[in-house]
């Protein structure tokens, strides 16, 4: 099932009846997703059997237009799933991909609603009571009446062992055969003994002529069952849960110390939405989506690193308030509280504690409500999941490429390579990380375009990774490639992939998320590419190409393949040959051709076209009316003018002069910023500020009774230490006893003084 057969026209006769294409394309990991495969028809009397990774089986069905239908299985991991079709239950030759979903991130419109959500997870708490009601999309399941069920799930072995396993179980009824109308309404009741020490579950609605097996479903959200527990729960909520908050604090402590091994968070806002190769948008608080923090008041938005911690699969937060600083738990409950589980799991999924959402849930939420929202013990919790503060926090450093194109390195040096061919953007051979671009002539409707390049696709991996390729499509969109095989983004804008994670923003940007924590940002703007490659500090002297060596120093960053350099002052012809030097060999190419074009132009052929000859310089006429336009525009920005001069178009001009302000806003956002460490206030005190960067002052008070000792104020220092003495509170009392004491101390001294001088 090669896709690039169908472009090219060389495909097997039968490839369309067994490379299947299906629709939908993906759904939750929880299963029950019931897809259409479109391209095949079966025979009404085949037995239909769809096989996930060549391990879960389940039961399909042929409609009657002859169209075969597959049911998504419960799986306890996401990305895509290779499966495959049999229609005698013995050979399975029709094979596709279903891409698994991360729960929480599947369409709202794809689940049934828990109507006021939040009197569910507090219902038998104070002034919690009264009927809950559900409602759905009655359209989802082709059947009139429906079963509602209620699941729990739950991690049973040791801890971080072998036998460490993760279930979801089916518990029992809550409705039965009851009219698929899109709504119920009950009055909870709590559940049997032998089931109400499940707190933590889901709930699911299924068509009521099905019964076992693998079958068409709607699932709720996940959350915490407070409706269904216990008379305990009912009597007391507040003992029974601060029972529960103790009991996991003793788990916690015979667990291994994940924190160790976490990432540090970055100590701004900025920083944080910055650093997009190892911290992305926790959609529990999004201040692009109106910063509705429920878990982080006083939080404006929240990040999570991408990758889970290397030996625990732990997860880190950060949370900022209006002022961009950094909230910690030990000033507020808002603050950022680091995972034992990452809320988005991690490879190889499939064990605890790297189920994707559901084992973040048992150990980082459900005692979360034990603790802070069903008692009053939410120091416990804090104590466990206590901030990470920034002092240990290195941004990444940056390099951009865009425009007809022009290249800022990671250190600083920019130029102007407009060559024609395919070449290596970065590499380093610690990761075996490869970044591509390939450049293409660009014509304009107002202006020849003869002599003008531009970056057209860019192609990336990582080790062993999935390869990746962003390119322009035929109607000016952005195209991406998984593997050489487009991939669709109208059903899932967040893609689990091998070795990293691929996301999809709405104004015309990808950016890929490797597990070493290096990033690629690709955005279409003005009908050129732009790309910018984030690095973490460990890649600092393990990179070459056209974005340079990475060690703040530029005047290597004109490094050849062989190792030699040339002065940062070269002529544009002598930085021609240094860009023609970086061409990607045919062996190394990342890039997909997929038409004859592309195979003439770059297969067949040398990947520099060393006949295409730019402009080096462009002249700039006092007499031309574009020069005028072109003043105003682009002021100071030399890039711009190049680009307007070069391509005689002002839209060039301008997309060209905001990648280059953004690029400059980016490394600004990207500055190390120095933390002297969270500051407590004194025992019998108070302080005042929790701003704990370069500059900042917090001040001190005592209560009443108290006297301050120490520095009133504490400045932090361009050291990382803070200013003055450590602050105490004394009581007053001691102090005054202290004078008394020291008074008569001196009076007994003095009349000793006068008798040993008497004496003499």
């Known amino acids: 099932c090669q896709v690039t057969c169908q472009s090219l026209g060389n495909c097997c006769p039968d490839y369309k009846e067994f490379c299947l294409q299906i629709s939908p394309y993906s759904g939750s990991l929880m299963g029950g997703k019931d ?15 769809c096989r996930f990774k060549k391990e879960v089986t389940t039961h399909g069905y042929v409609d009657q237009n002859g169209r075969a239908h597959c049911i998504s299985p419960l799986l306890y991991e996401t990305g895509f799933i290779p499966f495959d079709v049999s229609t005698d239950g013995k050979t399975f030759p029709y094979s596709g991909t279903w891409l698994s979903v991360h729960h929480s991130k599947v369409a709202d419109e794809e689940k049934c609603t828990l109507v006021n959500e939040t009197k569910w997870q507090y219902y038998g708490t104070p002034n919690t009571d009264g009927n809950l009601t559900l409602t759905w999309t009655r359209q989802a399941l082709a059947a009139p009446k429906v079963n509602i069920e209620v699941w729990g799930y739950q991690e049973t072995g040791d801890s971080y062992s072998e036998n460490w396993s993760a ?13 698929n109308s899109g709504n119920f309404s009950f009055l909870p009741v709590p559940a049997e003994e032998k089931y109400n020490t499940w707190d933590f579950g889901i709930l699911r609605i299924t068509p009521s002529n099905y019964s076992g097996g693998n079958i068409p479903s709607i699932w709720s959200s996940d959350h915490a069952l407070a409706w269904h527990l216990g008379q305990d729960f009912r009597k007391d909520p507040s003992a029974w849960a601060t029972a529960k908050c103790i009991d996991w604090e003793k788990k916690e402590e015979k667990l291994p110390d994940f924190m160790k091994e976490i990432i540090d968070c970055p100590c701004t806002l900025a920083q944080a939405r910055a650093d997009t190769g190892r911290f992305h948008t926790d959609y529990g608080c999004d201040i692009e989506k109106g910063s509705v923090c429920t878990y982080h008041p006083g939080a404006v938005h929240c990040v999570r690193a991408i990758q889970a911690s290397p030996r625990y699969a732990a997860g880190q937060q950060c949370c900022y308030d209006h002022t961009g600083t950094q909230i910690l738990t030990h000033d507020s409950t808002g603050g950022s509280t680091p995972d034992r589980g990452h809320d988005w799991g991690s490879p190889p999924f499939l064990k605890p504690p790297r189920i994707p959402g559901f084992s973040h849930w048992l150990y980082d939420v459900i005692s979360f409500y034990y603790c802070c929202l069903w008692s009053d013990n939410c120091q416990v919790y804090m104590k466990k999941r206590s901030s990470s503060d920034c002092r240990t926090y290195r941004p990444p450093r940056a390099a951009s490429a865009f425009g007809d194109p022009h290249f800022l390195t990671f250190d600083g040096l920019n130029f102007t390579f407009k060559g024609q061919g395919e070449y290596t953007l970065v590499e380093s051979g610690l990761t075996s990380l490869r970044v591509q671009g390939r450049t293409q002539q660009v014509h304009f409707p107002n202006g020849t375009g003869a002599q003008v390049t531009g970056l057209a696709a860019v192609a990336v991996r990582e080790n062993n990774s999935d390869v990746v390729e962003v390119r322009y499509s035929n109607d000016s969109n952005l195209q991406v490639l998984l593997n050489q095989r487009v991939v669709d983004f109208s059903e899932q804008s967040w893609l689990d992939l091998k070795g990293l994670f691929l996301h999809s923003a709405g104004d015309q940007k990808i950016t890929a998320m490797f597990s070493s924590g290096s990033g690629v940002e690709i955005r279409g703007i003005g009908g050129f590419l732009t790309v910018t490659v984030l690095l973490p500090e460990k890649f600092m002297n393990h990179t070459q190409g056209l974005f340079g060596v990475m060690n703040d120093n530029t005047e290597d960053d004109y490094t050849f393949r062989n190792k030699t350099t040339m002065s940062v002052h070269a002529s544009p012809q002598q930085v021609f040959e240094f860009g023609a030097n970086w061409a990607v060999e045919n062996g190394t190419s990342l890039f997909t051709y997929d038409t004859e074009s592309l195979l003439n132009d770059f297969v067949y052929q040398e990947k520099h076209n060393a006949s295409f000859l730019p402009v080096f310089v462009p002249h700039e006429d006092p007499a031309d009316p574009l020069v005028e336009k072109m003043v105003l525009l682009c002021d100071s920005d030399p890039f711009c003018r190049f680009d307007v001069l070069t391509t005689r178009n002002l839209e060039v001009g301008n997309s060209t002069k905001r990648s280059h302000q953004n690029h400059k806003l980016l490394v600004e956002n990207l500055k190390p910023v120095i933390s002297c460490g969270w500051l407590g206030h004194p025992n019998n005190g108070t302080k005042n500020g929790t701003n704990y960067l ?14 301050l000792s120490g520095a009133k104020e504490r400045t932090c220092q361009v050291t990382g230490t803070w200013s003055g003495d450590t602050t105490t509170c004394v009581k007053t009392a001691v102090i005054f006893l202290g004078c008394v004491f020291g008074l008569a101390g001196l009076a007994v001294l003095a009349r000793l003084t006068y008798l040993c001088r008497k004496e003499r």
Request: aromatic share 16%.
């Open 35 to 49: 897809f259409l495969i479109e391209n095949t028809i079966f025979n009404a009397s085949s037995v239909i059997m």
């Open 167 to 179: 279930e979801w179980k089916y518990l029992y009824i809550l409705a039965k055969e009851i009219p």
């Open 694 to 707: 370069l500059g900042s002052t917090i001040s001190f008070a005592c209560n009443q009774g108290y006297a």
